[in-house]
């Protein structure tokens, strides 16, 4: 087996394990967002402007991960396409 073949395979295999991670890491903060909006929901007493600031704060979060998940993305995609030549 050449050397490149298995630096494909570990490659596809930290890919795989990153994508893995990501989405539980996804779905772990999705949840929190729904038990964050019941609690919202339930929380007569928190002034508009905490919930404001609660709901800007979970959407700054959303737009973050998805620019990581872009910038993790495109560098995975760069070292395919050496893999790839």
């Keep these: 087996m050449d050397q490149k073949q298995i630096f494909k ?14 989405n539980a890491m996804v779905m772990l ?5 729904r038990m964050a909006n019941t609690m919202l929901e339930q929380a007569t007493w928190l002034p508009a402007e905490g919930r404001k600031v609660i709901t800007d704060w979970v ?21 395919d396409e050496y893999f790839k030549k």
Excluded: H, L, P
Aim: hydrophobic share 35%; no cysteine; aromatic share 18%.
């Design 9 to 22: 395979q570990m490659f596809d295999f930290n890919k795989a394990a990153f994508d893995n991670t990501f």
């Design 29 to 33: 903060q999705e949840q929190t967002e």
């Design 59 to 79: 959407d700054a979060y959303k737009i973050g991960r998805e620019n990581f998940k872009k910038m993790i993305d495109d560098s995975f995609q760069k070292v």
